[in-house]
């Protein structure tokens, strides 16, 4: 039998009417760019997280670095995040011109160890950007109160989150703002690229909807009075959010990107936030499944915290023989990934900021050990009995 990491077609299959629908709709109505489905999915999904803003964008990563922007943190400013996590989280600091500063993470749920963050705090550190790893909360509340106290912005990294939820209160509604990523392998995604950033924040809703379209429009006419304390009602007509009627689209104020959601995405996404509850849960009884059948095994499974639920984004096993493990799946048609190989502090990309082996040692910890195995909704029972014995051989 061969089983995939993840399988996108059984996902489109099980929603083919609906998604030829509405992509077909897009292609007649000729409205590609904003418009009526990606204000609609904008709604929708603030609602589904409980915020009052959502402002699609081209992908996750833009969604970060559109929210870093917004909050005005650029050359020189310090934002403290994670080492174990998809290489995006730190490169979007680095490209606002920002440093990442890493800390360490807990070995169990591979989140940030909040107890290492004071230590790194200078008067630089700007932010503190947790990533929900896997699709698991880090530890809000603790990280919260830090920022509070040090007067430091937070945004949520949930590009792997969605629909999770920590002490009951949704990943992203946590922080000043957060940011969520459509890529076609994530728990929602799309077909293509996509991402989204939320806030409850009018003002950084304002500029980064204006950073999205080269801060021009009406956005960009606020978000350009926001930042320079200018007091001027400015109108917010009909088109503001619409690429070919906006009133002031060739009028720009701020130096911003071009990164939108199209049309045929924001409706695909509309059909699918419909699942996304159904099909974490069903993320959710698969894991139930695995962890009962690898508790006495010479493995580490993966621990939720009892805060958490979790989304299970990936299901992540430590081996101390990974090679072996991995060559023996693949053997048997069970495919597996790594995640991730090399922590984010040892990347060479990153030398100059002067880490060494040995200053994460959770992380590099992990890195030698973790690795991935196919858990999504579209797993038949036959299939998950499957890799349960593949594993267990
Ligand atoms: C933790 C994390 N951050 C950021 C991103 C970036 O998202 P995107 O690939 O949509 O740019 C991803 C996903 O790829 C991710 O997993």
Not at 101 to 107: G, I
Not at 138 to 164: F, P, S, T, W
Not at 333 to 346: E, N, S, W
């Amino acid at each position: 039998m061969n089983i995939p990491l993840i399988d996108l077609k059984a996902q489109y299959e099980s929603l083919a009417d609906e998604l030829n629908k509405v992509t077909l709709q897009v292609l007649s109505s000729a409205n590609y760019i904003l418009g009526k489905n990606v204000t609609e999915f904008e709604k929708e999904f603030a609602e589904y997280v409980g915020v009052k803003h959502a402002i699609s964008v081209g992908n996750g990563t833009d969604a970060l670095v559109l929210a870093l922007k917004a909050m005005g943190i650029g050359e020189g400013d310090e934002v403290i995040t994670t080492p174990f996590t998809f290489f995006a989280t730190a490169e979007s600091i680095s490209a606002v011109g920002a440093i990442p500063v890493f800390v360490d993470v807990r070995k169990d749920t591979f989140n940030i160890d909040t107890s290492k963050i004071e230590d790194k705090i200078t008067k630089n550190t700007k932010a503190i950007m947790p990533v929900h790893i896997f699709g698991q909360a880090a530890d809000m509340d603790e990280i919260n109160e830090i920022a509070k106290k040090h007067n430091l912005l937070v945004i949520e990294d949930a590009c792997q989150a969605i629909g999770g939820k920590y002490k009951g209160r949704n990943i992203g509604s946590l922080g000043d703002m957060a940011c969520f990523s459509f890529f076609p392998t994530k728990n929602l995604g799309c077909a293509g690229d996509g991402g989204m950033i939320v806030t409850d924040n009018d003002d950084l809703a304002v500029i980064a909807r204006a950073l999205r379209t080269h801060g021009s429009g009406e956005n960009g006419q606020k978000a350009f009075n926001l930042l320079n304390n200018i007091e001027e009602k400015v109108q917010t007509s009909e088109g503001s959010n619409d690429t070919i009627y906006n009133p002031l689209k060739y009028y720009n104020y701020l130096i911003g990107y071009n990164t939108r959601l199209d049309a045929i995405q924001a409706a695909i996404l509309r059909v699918k936030i419909r699942e996304i509850d159904k099909w974490n849960s069903r993320r959710r009884e698969i894991v139930e499944q695995y962890n009962e059948a690898f508790k006495d095994l010479d493995l580490v499974i993966p621990v939720c915290d009892e805060d958490n639920q979790h989304v299970y984004h990936m299901y992540i096993l430590q081996s101390e023989d990974r090679e072996g493990m991995l060559s023996k799946l693949k053997d048997k048609g069970v495919a597996t990934g790594v995640y991730y190989p090399v922590p984010l502090h040892l990347q060479k990309v990153y030398k100059d900021l002067g880490y060494k082996e040995g200053d994460m040692p959770v992380s590099e910890y992990l890195s030698h050990r973790t690795f991935a195995i196919p858990v999504y909704p579209e797993l038949n029972e036959e299939q998950i009995k499957y890799i349960i014995e593949c594993v267990k051989k």
